[in-house]
């Protein structure tokens, strides 16, 4: 039946061909001192942008700025 996969293939796979790898871990997790670096990076940078001469972009004309939920 066309609808069940060809597993013959599977059944004479030969493990012993395969490449022998030394696995090597990577550590996705930052260190404490990473993540401060990353903090202090983030405050400077804000706080650069609050000192940039350049207005905050204004509303366009015509648009209605409403304090009530909607």
């Keep these: 039946m066309a609808d069940k996969p060809d597993v013959g293939e599977i059944t004479s796979f030969n493990k012993a061909k395969l490449k022998k790898i030394e ?35 204004p509303t366009p004309p015509n648009t209605v700025i409403s304090e009530t939920p909607l």
């Design 23 to 57: 696995k090597q871990e990577k550590n996705s997790l930052l260190t404490k001192e990473t993540i401060e670096q990353e903090k202090r990076s983030e405050i400077s940078k804000n706080l650069r942008l609050e000192d940039s001469p350049t207005p905050p972009h």
